[in-house]
T-cell receptor, first 116, second 109 residues
Framework: GAVVSQHPSWVICKSGTSVKIECRSLDFQATTMFWYRQFPKQSLMLMATSNEGSKATYEQGVEKDKFLINHASLTLSTLTVTSAHPEDSSFYIC????????????FGPGTRLTVL | EDQVTQSPEALRLQEGESSSLNCSYTVSGLRGLFWYRQDPGKGPEFLFTLYSAGEEKEKERLKATLTKKESFLHITAPKPEDSATYLCAVNQAGTALIFGKGTTLSVSS
């Protein structure tokens, strides 16, 4: 149980284009979903927290107009990187929690984004 | 200031050589402490959640323990497939997870 999927697993795009990453909880309903980014040999950095049906809460320093998050259902959240630039290249990982912020988070396999 | 500190940063073991990883935390109002395993290029895999001092949990060769200030992840007779980065995370009331920087374990045969 507690499986989280992400799609795509990797994506390469040109600078200036937008990229959408999907995160799905496959066998449970996720009240809260989280988006992280991870640079090589570093730990996870939380970008935003989203609750189903409401606006995401972004961490300090994360541009909400650049990283659009939609949590339209209890099993799906999307992250759209708008007007991507090479500095946005990173490993993006989502996680899902069943009942709230303090519940155990289950992570997706991650999406490697490369912006040329 | 670091709220979650993991040590050592890296650990090399021979197959069968048992050891422990440490996670110390300074947060108040701990709601839970979590251990994850992360392989290169993959998302973290959930291992354990500990909620109160004195609690212990086991899974195969891994055993996690919790005190009021730290948690240990004991690895008994490790195998090469146990090689990974082990992440510790805590949460306080009303906050998201706070991660440590991880311990990278390498087990050679």
């Amino acid at each position: 149980g507690a499986v989280v999927s992400q799609h795509p697993s990797w994506v390469i795009c040109k600078s200036g284009t937008s990229v959408k990453i999907e995160c799905r909880s496959l066998d449970f309903q996720a009240t809260t979903m989280f988006w992280y980014r991870q640079f090589p040999k570093q730990s996870l950095m939380l970008m935003a927290t989203s609750n189903e049906g409401s606006k995401a809460t972004y961490e300090q320093g994360v541009e909400k107009d650049k990283f659009l998050i939609n949590h339209a259902s209890l099993t799906l959240s999307t992250l759209t990187v708008t007007s991507a630039h090479p500095e946005d290249s990173s490993f993006y990982i989502c996680s899902a929690a069943g009942t709230g912020v303090t519940d155990t988070q289950y992570f997706g396999p991650g999406t490697r984004l490369t912006v040329l | 200031e670091d709220q979650v500190t993991q040590s050592p940063e890296a650990l090399r073991l021979q197959e069968g050589e048992s050891s422990s990883l440490n996670c110390s935390y300074t947060v108040s109002g701990l709601r839970g402490l979590f251990w994850y395993r992360q392989d290169p290029g993959k998302g973290p895999e959930f291992l354990f959640t500990l909620y109160s001092a004195g609690e212990e949990k086991e899974k195969e060769r891994l055993k996690a323990t919790l005190t009021k200030k730290e948690s240990f992840l004991h690895i008994t007779a490790p195998k090469p497939e146990d090689s990974a980065t082990y992440l510790c995370a805590v949460n306080q009331a009303g906050t998201a997870l706070i991660f440590g920087k991880g311990t990278t374990l390498s087990v050679s045969s």
